[in-house]
Protein backbone atom coordinates (compact mmCIF):
# COMPACT_ATOMS: atom_id res chain seq x y z
CA UNK A 1 0.00 0.00 0.00
CA UNK A 2 1.28 4.07 -0.59
CA UNK A 3 0.12 7.17 0.58
CA UNK A 4 -3.28 7.42 -1.82
CA UNK A 5 -4.48 3.51 -1.12
CA UNK A 6 -7.96 3.33 -0.06
CA UNK A 7 -9.66 0.22 1.85
CA UNK A 8 -13.03 -0.31 0.54
CA UNK A 9 -14.87 -4.12 0.51
CA UNK A 10 -15.06 -5.65 -2.99
CA UNK A 11 -11.85 -4.07 -4.65
CA UNK A 12 -8.25 -4.64 -5.45
CA UNK A 13 -5.18 -3.24 -5.03
CA UNK A 14 -2.16 -5.58 -6.01
CA UNK A 15 -0.74 -6.76 -2.71
CA UNK A 16 -4.63 -7.29 -1.05
CA UNK A 17 -8.04 -8.06 -2.29
CA UNK A 18 -9.90 -4.56 -1.46
CA UNK A 19 -10.84 -1.74 -3.61
CA UNK A 20 -8.96 1.75 -4.11
CA UNK A 21 -11.68 3.48 -3.02
CA UNK A 22 -12.14 1.54 0.92
CA UNK A 23 -9.38 3.06 2.84
CA UNK A 24 -7.34 5.36 2.14
CA UNK A 25 -3.58 6.98 3.16
CA UNK A 26 -3.76 10.30 2.16
CA UNK A 27 -0.39 12.01 0.64
CA UNK A 28 -0.11 14.62 2.45
CA UNK A 29 -1.31 13.57 6.11
CA UNK A 30 2.22 11.94 6.85
CA UNK A 31 4.14 14.03 8.98
CA UNK A 32 8.23 14.19 9.02
CA UNK A 33 9.41 12.45 11.78
CA UNK A 34 7.28 9.23 10.95
CA UNK A 35 8.04 5.71 10.12
CA UNK A 36 5.12 4.67 8.16
CA UNK A 37 4.48 0.85 8.90
CA UNK A 38 3.87 -1.83 6.22
CA UNK A 39 0.11 -2.37 6.67
CA UNK A 40 -2.01 -5.75 4.42
CA UNK A 41 -6.13 -5.70 4.21
CA UNK A 42 -7.86 -8.87 3.86
CA UNK A 43 -11.54 -8.34 2.77
CA UNK A 44 -14.44 -11.49 3.77
CA UNK A 45 -17.90 -10.77 3.24
CA UNK A 46 -19.07 -8.73 6.48
CA UNK A 47 -15.85 -6.28 6.24
CA UNK A 48 -12.20 -5.71 6.42
CA UNK A 49 -9.28 -7.04 8.36
CA UNK A 50 -6.26 -4.41 8.20
CA UNK A 51 -2.64 -5.60 9.96
CA UNK A 52 0.24 -3.12 11.13
CA UNK A 53 3.48 -3.81 11.55
CA UNK A 54 3.96 -1.97 15.11
CA UNK A 55 7.19 -3.57 16.25
CA UNK A 56 8.37 -1.62 19.13
CA UNK A 57 5.07 0.34 20.30
CA UNK A 58 3.60 -0.86 23.53
CA UNK A 59 -0.11 -0.86 23.82
CA UNK A 60 -0.05 2.13 26.47
CA UNK A 61 1.86 3.83 23.28
CA UNK A 62 -0.52 3.39 20.34
CA UNK A 63 -3.14 5.61 19.85
CA UNK A 64 -6.15 4.83 17.00
CA UNK A 65 -8.53 7.13 16.31
CA UNK A 66 -11.33 7.26 13.72
CA UNK A 67 -13.05 10.85 13.03
CA UNK A 68 -15.65 11.03 10.24
CA UNK A 69 -14.23 8.70 7.77
CA UNK A 70 -10.54 9.05 8.41
CA UNK A 71 -8.25 6.13 10.39
CA UNK A 72 -5.43 7.01 12.07
CA UNK A 73 -3.11 4.65 13.38
CA UNK A 74 -0.43 6.35 15.66
CA UNK A 75 2.47 4.43 17.24
CA UNK A 76 5.21 5.81 19.91
CA UNK A 77 8.33 3.65 20.03
CA UNK A 78 9.44 2.12 23.36
CA UNK A 79 13.18 1.68 22.29
CA UNK A 80 15.18 3.07 25.21
CA UNK A 81 18.73 2.49 26.24
CA UNK A 82 19.68 0.89 29.93
CA UNK A 83 20.91 3.26 32.09
CA UNK A 84 24.62 3.84 32.18
CA UNK A 85 25.16 2.92 28.12
CA UNK A 86 24.82 4.60 24.97
CA UNK A 87 24.26 3.56 21.96
CA UNK A 88 26.96 3.49 19.05
CA UNK A 89 24.70 2.59 16.20
CA UNK A 90 20.98 3.71 15.71
CA UNK A 91 19.08 3.11 12.69
CA UNK A 92 15.55 3.72 13.52
CA UNK A 93 15.96 7.55 13.73
CA UNK A 94 11.88 7.64 14.07
CA UNK A 95 10.49 7.36 17.30
CA UNK A 96 6.75 6.88 16.09
CA UNK A 97 4.64 5.35 13.24
CA UNK A 98 1.68 7.11 11.48
CA UNK A 99 -0.59 5.34 9.06
CA UNK A 100 -3.75 7.85 7.64
CA UNK A 101 -7.00 6.04 6.11
CA UNK A 102 -10.26 6.95 4.28
CA UNK A 103 -13.13 5.14 4.84
CA UNK A 104 -15.40 3.91 2.12
CA UNK A 105 -18.64 4.70 3.86
CA UNK A 106 -19.07 1.29 3.09
CA UNK A 107 -17.33 0.37 6.27
CA UNK A 108 -18.84 0.65 9.99
CA UNK A 109 -16.74 2.54 11.56
CA UNK A 110 -18.62 2.92 14.40
CA UNK A 111 -17.57 -1.02 15.13
CA UNK A 112 -13.95 -1.02 14.30
CA UNK A 113 -12.08 -3.29 16.82
CA UNK A 114 -8.38 -3.18 17.65
CA UNK A 115 -5.53 -5.52 19.47
CA UNK A 116 -1.95 -5.40 19.17
CA UNK A 117 -0.20 -8.92 20.12
CA UNK A 118 3.81 -9.78 19.31
CA UNK A 119 3.77 -5.76 17.37
CA UNK A 120 1.29 -6.40 15.04
CA UNK A 121 -1.90 -4.12 15.27
CA UNK A 122 -5.19 -6.00 13.65
CA UNK A 123 -8.09 -3.68 13.05
CA UNK A 124 -11.67 -5.38 12.14
CA UNK A 125 -13.50 -3.46 10.42
CA UNK A 126 -17.29 -4.28 9.30
CA UNK A 127 -19.58 -3.41 6.61
CA UNK A 128 -22.31 -1.10 7.46
CA UNK A 129 -25.64 -3.11 7.48
CA UNK A 130 -26.49 -1.28 4.21
CA UNK A 131 -23.71 -3.20 2.15
CA UNK A 132 -23.41 -6.57 3.80
CA UNK A 133 -24.58 -9.28 1.51
CA UNK A 134 -27.96 -10.67 1.90
CA UNK A 135 -30.47 -13.43 0.51
CA UNK A 136 -33.74 -12.33 -1.26
CA UNK A 137 -36.68 -14.85 -0.81
CA UNK A 138 -38.39 -15.39 -4.06
CA UNK A 139 -41.92 -16.63 -3.38
CA UNK A 140 -44.29 -18.77 -5.88
CA UNK A 141 -46.92 -17.58 -7.74
Known amino acids: MNDTTQ ?14 DAAKPAASTQPAGALMPPVE ?3 DPNGITLRA ?7 EGLNIQVE ?9 LGLSVAEGMDATHVEVSFPR ?9 ELD ?3 VSAELRNGVLTLRIPKAA ?12
Open 97 to 105: YRRVFTLSK
Open 7 to 20: VTPNGGTKKTATRP
Open 41 to 43: VIE
Open 68 to 76: ADTLVIEGE
Open 53 to 59: DLPGVAK
Open 130 to 141: HAQPRRIPVQAG
Open 109 to 111: ADK
